[in-house]
């Protein structure tokens, strides 16, 4: 069972920068899209950032220009540049791939992000 690991979440002063990132497992034939999402307490998961396997980004308008996605299909590992960070954006950060196929669709465990005022 191919599991994701995210790391390289944290607690930061707002302004600040961290970056995340999430790797596969174990050695996989094909990762198709890869995404970030994230959940703050008592609010729904949103998307923030999806990446293709041929390198096509999309970003929602709130991380839109601060965040910035990218992957190593080599490494089968996906990252999340994240500046100018504020404190909204403190939530548990979640990536996803399509393992194998489209429908195929796993979940990290998520990593925290803090950002404090």
């Known amino acids: 069972q191919v599991q994701l690991v995210e790391s390289g979440g944290g607690l930061v002063q707002a302004g600040g920068s961290l970056r995340l990132s999430c790797a596969a497992s174990?050695?996989?034939?094909?990762?198709?899209?890869m995404g970030w999402y994230r959940q703050a307490p008592g609010k729904q998961r949103e998307l923030l950032a999806r990446?293709?396997?041929?390198?096509?980004?999309n970003y929602a308008d709130s991380v839109k220009g601060r965040f910035t996605i990218s992957r190593d299909n080599a490494k089968n590992t996906a990252y999340l540049q994240m500046n100018s960070l504020k404190p909204e954006d403190t939530a548990v950060y979640y990536c996803?791939?399509?393992?194998?196929?489209?429908?195929?669709?796993?979940w990290g465990q998520g990593t925290q992000v803090t950002v404090s005022s």
């Open positions: 174990a050695v996989v034939r094909s990762i198709y899209a």
């Open positions: 990446i293709s396997s041929g390198g096509w980004t």
């Open positions: 996803n791939a399509e393992i194998g196929a489209v429908s195929n669709v796993h």
